[in-house]
């Protein structure tokens, strides 16, 4: 099974948003949304010492993704090839899900009132065809392929040119998109750019920390109250009821 | 006016007589009811997934799972059993306005009174061993059914507009949250109730009459008399009144024909015993994927015989050749077994009936040896209309009319027409 | 997305589905009183609209069952056994099946159930359907253009009349309603048996 990962060379990106344009179109994304973005650094640092760079940031596809654990009804899950998905038929629009995202990528799709996000063009994939962003990369900045491929690209990027990840000290889900770059773009954007900490909206913490124990209580204590009384009917037998 | 309750009748009168405590209506509510919080709770806890929420093992998941297809087919059933169960609700809400929502009886079934808050002291002490104080007369519900009934009457409101929020993502992803937790909550507090209903009704041997109650909509009056006593007094009373010629004459409460029916003495209604055909039916469409039927049994178990009496001839006819075939076993064929479970099925309605006994039904103006001869007729030119319609009243028009078939259509007009017009010159064997 | 419905048994769950729906069939066609010939036969005397009530509330119930729940996706319809039309032999054998049903009182389903319960003459219906079937087997050859005459294949009328299948079920369903209030009526009101056959019940 494949293991699919994206690099994206950050020296060759210049921002064009070529590939967030091409992304809106491939999926339909309703505006004010976006299932990749690009987003620039702005100047760091003191005259005449600047860097800049551009994040260009996506669904990660973790291969600890905090974002299905909080999915009520399973409809976020990881296949087996690493793509983390959303099954639309499931997704009741509860919104757990869209905080627990360390790097901001769900959204609530106003039109369907359900969770979107990339999901590397799963479609395309299955067709033969690479995601629609790495084909429109006006820089050609952008490779997608099979990680677990010893002999392909994304393998030797990763492994021996030293694609990084954007990770921080609190946050490690082994995220499969992977950043270039020669002047140290990646360890800007890491910086610039962190991931935040996955959380559960208010609803999904009273549920798993006080709804869920309380009910387990109540049905618990009812429970045992019913086989106290069942038992003491036991022990006085079934006469003294009759009267 | 009270000379009723002043004196103290022989109960053993009491256990003879019976008293009308639930409509009709509301029995078949109850049974519903609980057969969609059935499905509604077995769907629901398995779709409850995430390692944060989900409160079954993970091995119910997967089974609730894996008998659906698909978890998206899973939820689809959820909410289509959902829907239909507010649709129930609204149509029972609609008739039933102005029956059960005004304050009179809202007062008598969930409001709770001194006496009740008392009752509900001693019952647990009783349980507990702990008191031999008399209970509290309580009135046509105790206190126990009144504050399950108002659990249920707070919580099923929650229930459903949570449920339609999540089913139809009406409002934004914070409201579809909280309406997730809302629904679990409110669920929770009817399932913990509804233990204890359960157990009164299946288990607890003091409550056996009120448990079929539910089934026959009667009490005994002793039963009446001992535990629901306010409402006796109020039932004895208004009888007196009756008696007295102070109120309208109410008739004496007799079971419905329902009750009667369940009690399996009498053919059901019409209707009812339709309605459980066509249960049967559309169980059988799904599960097998084709209906019921009759005389391609039969076909079957003649071709069977003669596959044994002469299976040279029958595999060579060009009509059992369809049947009988090399190889292939003449009797595997759903309609086989299925008639096999009809005459079971009759002989238990009959048993339960006392209908069993050799008899012969026929017109009075026959002998039972004629009505034998033309029933055989009968059953030859039937057996050979239904072979050429490819199937009988059970097979195509029952069956066949439930898909909405066009042959199926053809042949329940020409059955009709033929039996119409047939009845007329054939009423010496029926009238 | 695949459908929940229609299943496919083992041939082991498949026999045991087939006696348990099959112990339904049975059982609720004894209740609705089907075990006699007299209250069968009191339909086509108008005495007695039990065949109708039955028979069309089944075929509603299913009818719409099957259509709603193919809308909602758990049956799907295409893998639901449709007879095959026929026309000509079907309109024949309707014929010869309403004959054969007011001249022995019992159609071969309600035959079963009735002889099952000890109706004698039942019994005879039963014997009177195998020779029934067997005589068609002998003759069938020679009629054989007949019987597959006027093949339409699985029609159903939805699609003869070109409307959607759940419009169909639904008109299905308001036209029964209609036959229920006219047999309502014509038990109290109209005495249907006094008019045909000019005297009292």
Same mark, same amino acid.
């Given at each position: 099974?494949?293991?699919?990962?994206?690099?994206?060379?950050?020296?060759?990106?210049?921002?064009?948003?070529?590939?967030?344009?091409?992304?809106?179109?491939?999926?339909?994304?309703?505006?004010?949304?976006?299932?990749?973005?690009?987003?620039?650094?702005?100047?760091?640092?003191?005259?005449?010492?600047?860097?800049?760079?551009?994040?260009?940031?996506?669904?990660?596809?973790?291969?600890?993704?905090?974002?299905?654990?909080?999915?009520?009804?399973?409809?976020?899950?990881?296949?087996?090839?690493?793509?983390?998905?959303?099954?639309?038929?499931?997704?009741?629009?509860?919104?757990?899900?869209?905080?627990?995202?360390?790097?901001?990528?769900?959204?609530?799709?106003?039109?369907?009132?359900?969770?979107?996000?990339?999901?590397?063009?799963?479609?395309?994939?299955?067709?033969?065809?690479?995601?629609?962003?790495?084909?429109?990369?006006?820089?050609?900045?952008?490779?997608?392929?099979?990680?677990?491929?010893?002999?392909?690209?994304?393998?030797?990027?990763?492994?021996?040119?030293?694609?990084?990840?954007?990770?921080?000290?609190?946050?490690?889900?082994?995220?499969?998109?992977?950043?270039?770059?020669?002047?140290?773009?990646?360890?800007?954007?890491?910086?610039?750019?962190?991931?935040?900490?996955?959380?559960?909206?208010?609803?999904?913490?009273?549920?798993?920390?006080?709804?869920?124990?309380?009910?387990?209580?109540?049905?618990?204590?009812?429970?045992?109250?019913?086989?106290?009384?069942?038992?003491?009917?036991?022990?006085?037998?079934?006469?003294?009821?009759?009267? | 006016?009270?000379?009723?309750?002043?004196?103290?009748?022989?109960?053993?009168?009491?256990?003879?007589?019976?008293?009308?405590?639930?409509?009709?209506?509301?029995?078949?509510?109850?049974?519903?009811?609980?057969?969609?919080?059935?499905?509604?709770?077995?769907?629901?806890?398995?779709?409850?997934?995430?390692?944060?929420?989900?409160?079954?093992?993970?091995?119910?998941?997967?089974?609730?799972?894996?008998?659906?297809?698909?978890?998206?087919?899973?939820?689809?059933?959820?909410?289509?059993?959902?829907?239909?169960?507010?649709?129930?609700?609204?149509?029972?809400?609609?008739?039933?306005?102005?029956?059960?929502?005004?304050?009179?009886?809202?007062?008598?079934?969930?409001?709770?009174?001194?006496?009740?808050?008392?009752?509900?002291?001693?019952?647990?002490?009783?349980?507990?061993?702990?008191?031999?104080?008399?209970?509290?007369?309580?009135?046509?519900?105790?206190?126990?059914?009144?504050?399950?009934?108002?659990?249920?009457?707070?919580?099923?409101?929650?229930?459903?507009?949570?449920?339609?929020?999540?089913?139809?993502?009406?409002?934004?992803?914070?409201?579809?949250?909280?309406?997730?937790?809302?629904?679990?909550?409110?669920?929770?507090?009817?399932?913990?109730?509804?233990?204890?209903?359960?157990?009164?009704?299946?288990?607890?041997?003091?409550?056996?009459?009120?448990?079929?109650?539910?089934?026959?909509?009667?009490?005994?009056?002793?039963?009446?008399?001992?535990?629901?006593?306010?409402?006796?007094?109020?039932?004895?009373?208004?009888?007196?009144?009756?008696?007295?010629?102070?109120?309208?004459?109410?008739?004496?409460?007799?079971?419905?024909?329902?009750?009667?029916?369940?009690?399996?003495?009498?053919?059901?209604?019409?209707?009812?015993?339709?309605?459980?055909?066509?249960?049967?039916?559309?169980?059988?469409?799904?599960?097998?994927?084709?209906?019921? %039927?009759? !005389?391609?049994?039969?076909?079957?178990?003649?071709? +069977?015989? $003669? /596959?044994?009496? =002469?299976? *040279?001839?029958?595999? &060579?006819?060009?009509?059992?050749?369809?049947?009988?075939?090399?190889?292939?076993?003449?009797?595997?064929?759903?309609?086989?077994?299925?008639?096999?479970?009809?005459?079971?099925?009759?002989?238990?309605?009959?048993?339960?009936?006392?209908?069993?006994?050799?008899?012969?039904?026929?017109?009075?103006?026959?002998?039972?040896?004629?009505?034998?001869?033309?029933?055989?007729?009968?059953?030859?030119?039937?057996?050979?209309?239904?072979?050429?319609?490819?199937?009988?009243?059970?097979?195509?028009?029952?069956? %066949?009319? !439930?898909?909405?078939?066009?042959?199926?259509?053809? +042949?329940? $007009? /020409?059955?009709? =027409?033929? *039996?119409?017009?047939? &009845?007329?010159?054939?009423?010496?064997?029926?009238? | 997305?695949?459908?929940?419905?229609?299943?496919?048994?083992?041939?082991?769950?498949?026999?045991?589905?087939?006696?348990?729906?099959?112990?339904?069939?049975?059982?609720?066609?004894?209740?609705?009183?089907?075990?006699?010939?007299?209250?069968?036969?009191?339909?086509?005397?108008?005495?007695?609209?039990?065949?109708?009530?039955?028979?069309?509330?089944?075929?509603?119930?299913?009818?719409?069952?099957?259509?709603?729940?193919?809308?909602?996706?758990?049956?799907?319809?295409?893998?639901?056994?449709?007879?095959?039309?026929?026309?000509?032999?079907?309109?024949?054998?309707?014929?010869?099946?309403?004959?054969?049903?007011?001249?022995?009182?019992?159609?071969?389903?309600?035959?079963?159930?009735?002889?099952?319960?000890?109706?004698?003459?039942?019994?005879?219906?039963?014997?009177?359907?195998?020779?029934?079937?067997?005589?068609?087997?002998?003759?069938?050859?020679?009629?054989?253009?007949?019987?597959?005459?006027?093949?339409?294949?699985?029609?159903?009328?939805?699609?003869?009349?070109?409307?959607?299948?759940?419009?169909?079920?639904?008109?299905?369903?308001?036209?029964?309603?209609?036959?229920?209030?006219?047999?309502?009526?014509?038990?109290?009101?109209?005495?249907?048996?006094?008019?045909?056959?000019?005297?009292?019940?």
């Amino acid at each position: 099974m494949a293991r699919y990962a994206m690099v994206t060379d950050l020296t060759k990106c210049v921002g064009c948003q070529a590939c967030t344009a091409a992304c809106n179109s491939e999926w339909d994304v309703p505006p004010g949304h976006a299932r990749t973005h690009v987003r620039p650094t702005g100047a760091v640092g003191k005259f005449p010492d600047l860097r800049s760079a551009f994040y260009v940031a996506q669904c990660n596809h973790c291969d600890d993704p905090p974002c299905v654990k909080p999915c009520p009804s399973g409809a976020t899950f990881q296949a087996d090839n690493g793509i983390v998905k959303v099954d639309r038929n499931l997704c009741i629009g509860c919104g757990f899900c869209v905080q627990a995202c360390p790097y901001e990528a769900r959204y609530l799709n106003p039109a369907t009132q359900k969770v979107d996000k990339c999901d590397f063009c799963a479609s395309r994939l299955e067709r033969g065809r690479q995601p629609a962003c790495v084909t429109t990369c006006t820089a050609h900045a952008k490779y997608f392929g099979d990680l677990e491929d010893s002999s392909g690209d994304i393998y030797r990027m990763v492994y021996t040119r030293g694609a990084r990840r954007i990770e921080s000290g609190e946050v490690k889900v082994g995220p499969n998109v992977y950043y270039l770059g020669r002047r140290g773009e990646p360890q800007l954007v890491a910086a610039m750019f962190p991931p935040r900490l996955p959380k559960l909206p208010a609803a999904g913490e009273w549920w798993s920390k006080v709804v869920k124990p309380l009910a387990l209580a109540l049905v618990g204590a009812t429970f045992a109250g019913q086989a106290v009384a069942f038992f003491t009917q036991l022990r006085k037998g079934e006469g003294q009821f009759d009267e | 006016m009270s000379s009723a309750t002043q004196v103290q009748p022989p109960l053993r009168d009491l256990s003879q007589r019976m008293i009308k405590k639930h409509h009709v209506a509301i029995i078949l509510l109850h049974w519903f009811n609980a057969i969609t919080w059935l499905i509604e709770l077995t769907t629901g806890a398995a779709l409850i997934s995430s390692e944060h929420f989900r409160f079954v093992p993970v091995w119910f998941v997967t089974m609730i799972t894996e008998v659906s297809g698909t978890r998206a087919n899973l939820l689809r059933f959820h909410i289509a059993a959902g829907l239909t169960w507010i649709t129930v609700f609204a149509v029972y809400a609609i008739f039933g306005w102005q029956t059960y929502f005004h304050q009179e009886v809202l007062e008598r079934e969930v409001a709770l009174d001194k006496d009740d808050f008392n009752w509900l002291r001693i019952r647990v002490l009783r349980i507990l061993g702990r008191s031999n104080e008399p209970l509290p007369p309580q009135g046509i519900y105790n206190a126990g059914q009144k504050m399950f009934a108002l659990m249920v009457y707070v919580m099923i409101p929650v229930i459903m507009g949570t449920g339609l929020v999540m089913a139809f993502h009406w409002g934004p992803m914070t409201l579809v949250g909280w309406a997730v937790v809302l629904h679990f909550a409110a669920v929770a507090v009817v399932v913990s109730g509804l233990m204890v209903h359960v157990y009164m009704g299946a288990v607890f041997p003091e409550e056996k009459p009120a448990f079929f109650s539910m089934l026959t909509g009667m009490v005994p009056e002793e039963f009446a008399y001992k535990h629901h006593h306010k409402w006796w007094k109020e039932v004895k009373m208004l009888e007196e009144l009756h008696a007295a010629g102070l109120a309208e004459p109410r008739p004496v409460p007799r079971p419905s024909r329902l009750a009667a029916a369940l009690r399996m003495k009498e053919h059901w209604p019409g209707y009812w015993a339709g309605f459980g055909l066509g249960l049967t039916l559309l169980a059988t469409f799904l599960i097998v994927g084709q209906g019921l %039927g009759a !005389s391609g049994g039969f076909t079957r178990y003649l071709a +069977f015989v $003669l /596959s044994l009496v =002469a299976p *040279g001839y029958a595999s &060579a006819h060009p009509y059992w050749s369809n049947y009988v075939q090399p190889g292939q076993p003449v009797l595997m064929d759903f309609l086989v077994f299925e008639l096999i479970g009809v005459a079971l099925g009759g002989v238990v309605s009959g048993w339960l009936a006392g209908h069993l006994k050799w008899t012969t039904d026929k017109g009075p103006r026959i002998s039972p040896r004629t009505r034998w001869a033309l029933a055989f007729l009968g059953g030859a030119i039937s057996g050979a209309g239904a072979r050429l319609a490819r199937g009988c009243t059970s097979g195509l028009a029952l069956s %066949g009319g !439930s898909v909405l078939s066009a042959g199926a259509f053809v +042949f329940m $007009l /020409s059955v009709f =027409a033929a *039996g119409f017009i047939g &009845a007329y010159f054939l009423r010496r064997i029926w009238l | 997305m695949t459908a929940l419905f229609p299943l496919s048994l083992s041939t082991g769950a498949f026999v045991f589905a087939a006696i348990a729906l099959g112990f339904f069939f049975g059982f609720f066609l004894e209740r609705a009183g089907f075990s006699s010939s007299l209250k069968l036969t009191a339909q086509f005397y108008f005495k007695d609209w039990g065949v109708l009530k039955v028979m069309f509330s089944a075929i509603v119930v299913a009818c719409l069952g099957l259509a709603w729940l193919s809308l909602a996706g758990i049956v799907d319809f295409s893998q639901i056994y449709v007879p095959d039309a026929y026309l000509w032999p079907q309109l024949a054998g309707g014929l010869l099946l309403g004959a054969g049903f007011i001249l022995g009182g019992y159609c071969p389903g309600t035959a079963v159930v009735a002889g099952a319960i000890g109706k004698l003459d039942a019994l005879f219906f039963l014997g009177g359907i195998f020779a029934g079937i067997f005589g068609f087997g002998l003759v069938e050859p020679s009629i054989h253009s007949f019987n597959v005459s006027g093949a339409l294949g699985p029609l159903t009328l939805p699609q003869w009349l070109n409307i959607s299948h759940g419009v169909g079920a639904f008109a299905l369903a308001v036209i029964a309603l209609g036959a229920f209030w006219a047999a309502e009526n014509s038990e109290g009101k109209w005495q249907l048996f006094r008019k045909t056959y000019g005297r009292e019940q």
